[in-house]
């Protein structure tokens, strides 16, 4: 171990050496290390909740349009005409009097719809 290495010995410690214990310290007083220079809980490793998720699979029964052509990506146009063939379960939130609404998607018709296409089944009508 080199010289300077051992005289921030006592600063990672974290312990005050007395002046005829330490031989590096030639007659001064280690200090206790500051609190500016701990290690913060961000500079340690992130406990498990704190990590984000990596998958971005949708939780919920019902999932907006975007998401679910993201989720199977595919193409809006594609997703529709599905929709429009009543090959997935679909609903409009849009309220009386609006011109604008919210078209959700059901996962689980969407996720057997893919199903039913990637193992070669029959395609049925959404229920």
């Known amino acids: 171990m080199r010289k300077d290495e051992v005289s921030q010995l006592p600063h990672l410690l974290n312990v005050a050496l007395p002046i005829e214990d330490n031989p590096l310290t030639q007659g001064t007083l280690v200090a206790e290390m500051s609190t500016a220079t701990k290690p913060t809980k961000s500079a340690l490793a992130p406990v498990a909740s704190e990590i984000p998720p990596t998958s971005k699979a949708p939780v919920s029964d019902w999932i907006r349009v975007a998401e679910a052509c993201s989720f ?25 009097g609006r011109v604008k609404g919210l078209r959700l998607v059901s996962l689980a018709s969407l996720q057997a719809f893919l199903e039913s296409r990637a193992t070669g089944g029959e395609v049925r009508q959404a229920q």
């Open 72 to 96: 199977a990506k595919i193409s809006k146009p594609l997703l529709y005409s599905w929709m429009e063939r009543g090959l997935i379960r679909n609903v409009s939130m849009r309220e009386r």
